[in-house]
């Protein structure tokens, strides 16, 4: 293979399609390969907080139709185990400036980029066999093909990250909790708010989704927890024993939970790399480095996706050259985020019923605490924190060039 154009992404949620767009922008041919068997809709609000998030999805045009399917929440409830309001938290506490459900975003990525990228359903990669101008790569189902670069955007338990740097545990640091997800009807009336109770060690939500449709979100403290995470049966299980003896609407929420066409389970954890290439194959979103809830994971992944195409583009498709600078201006940009992730796990899971007593009243407080501005200021600590590069030159000199 004597050019470098055609890229294989494997996953696609946020940062795959998000890529794949990109990529076409600058010439370059991507496919998608994504395990689920269709774009996988559901999961939990994701949100965009800040100019660099803003501006990638101005310059995608996307912008209008993620405010057109935003969530627009109003306002979080913090209730007790009986049911008893204790604080209301406003919006953009949760919110950001535009918040969407993750697979609203998906979708849209998916239509953004349906017409120039190729998308196998259905499959997954088995090996990935590095030569010297290209790799040859292997699935489940698929015939065998070679591609001239390989990106794994397939999430904290990326395929791409075992087969070509090594086992989970050896990158994903896991904070100790445990986290499900889930939809279901919205019996309670929420119409755009949402509702939160803590007591020690586990925290149950449910938010509005719109449509009398409402989103369930758990969190429990956990040690390591072994289990397949894309199974259903043994995380219900885990999840109800978690809960066992929780009031509020609790019961209510496991028995949804059964019933759930989009249950989701996992450890809430990060991905530390110290290099995020090798080769031909490089990582991109949660797959590279996760941060976690809180940690704006969704708008970097999106942000990510800008600045490896746009070096590619730049470098003129050496991948070497193009993978390092990505690694090196955005490895600052989501430590930042990482760190704010970690310092969120108190809030997610309160240890004790000091700390949950704590937390209500400095909910008590906001409306009396300049909460816009504050907010503000961990978002120039995060998820600004970048100077996006000027690849607009690229987009109309790339043509593709040989890769190294
Ligand atoms: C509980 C929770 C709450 C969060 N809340 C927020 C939030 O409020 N705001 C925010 O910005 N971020 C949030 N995040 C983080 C956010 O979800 C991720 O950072 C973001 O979705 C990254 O997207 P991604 O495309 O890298 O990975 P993912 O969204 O995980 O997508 C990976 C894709 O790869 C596919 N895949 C997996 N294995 C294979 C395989 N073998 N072959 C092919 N495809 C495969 C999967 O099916 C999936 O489609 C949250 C995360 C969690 C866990």
């Excluded at 209008?64 to 935003?70: C, E, G, M, P, Y």
């Excluded at 010297?132 to 990326?158: K, M, Q, W």
Aim: with cysteine.
């Amino acid at each position: 293979m004597d050019d470098n154009r055609d890229i294989l992404i494997s996953g696609a949620s946020v940062a795959g399609p998000a890529l794949a767009w990109w990529l076409s922008r600058y010439g370059f041919h991507p496919t998608v390969v994504e395990r689920a068997p269709h774009l996988r809709g559901g999961g939990y609000a994701v949100d965009f907080r800040g100019a660099a998030h803003l501006n990638v999805l101005t310059k995608m045009g996307i912008l209008d139709a993620i405010k057109a399917r935003q969530t627009r929440l109003s306002s979080t409830t913090i209730v007790d185990e009986k049911g008893r309001p204790a604080a209301r938290m406003p919006a953009h506490v949760f919110a950001g400036d535009v918040e969407i459900l993750r697979g609203d975003l998906a979708r849209i990525l998916y239509e953004a980029t349906r017409d120039t990228t190729e998308y196998i359903f259905g499959d997954s990669i088995t090996s990935l066999d590095e030569r010297a101008h290209s790799v040859r790569v292997c699935f489940e189902h698929s015939e065998p093909r070679t591609f001239s670069l390989v990106i794994g955007a397939d999430g904290l338990h990326s395929n791409v990250r075992r087969l070509v740097f090594g086992e989970d545990d050896r990158f994903i640091e896991d904070l100790g909790l445990c986290v499900s997800i889930f939809s279901m009807p919205d019996s309670a009336g929420l119409d755009h708010a949402g509702l939160l109770c803590s007591v020690p060690g586990r925290t149950a939500g449910v938010f509005s989704a719109g449509d009398n449709q409402a989103i369930a979100q758990l969190y429990f403290a956990a040690p390591s927890i072994s289990c397949d995470y894309r199974d259903t049966g043994r995380p219900q299980q885990i999840v109800a024993e978690a809960f066992t003896g929780m009031g509020w609407r609790v019961p209510q929420l496991m028995a949804a939970m059964r019933q759930a066409p989009d249950f989701y389970f996992d450890t809430v954890s990060q991905v530390h790399l110290d290099r995020w290439w090798a080769g031909r194959v490089a990582l991109i979103g949660d797959a590279a480095c996760a941060a976690g809830p809180g940690g704006n994971g969704t708008g970097n992944a999106v942000v990510a996706a800008y600045v490896l195409a746009g070096e590619l583009a730049a470098a003129g498709g050496d991948n070497r050259t193009a993978f390092e600078r990505y690694q090196q201006l955005l490895r600052p940009y989501v430590a930042k985020g990482q760190a704010q992730a970690r310092s969120g796990k108190d809030f997610l899971a309160p240890p004790t019923a000091k700390k949950i007593a704590q937390l209500h009243r400095f909910y008590k407080m906001l409306p009396y605490l300049p909460v816009k501005a504050l907010m503000k200021y961990l978002t120039t600590r995060t998820a600004t924190g970048i100077k996006l590069p000027d690849y607009s030159r690229a987009e109309t000199t790339s043509s593709g060039r040989t890769a190294h």
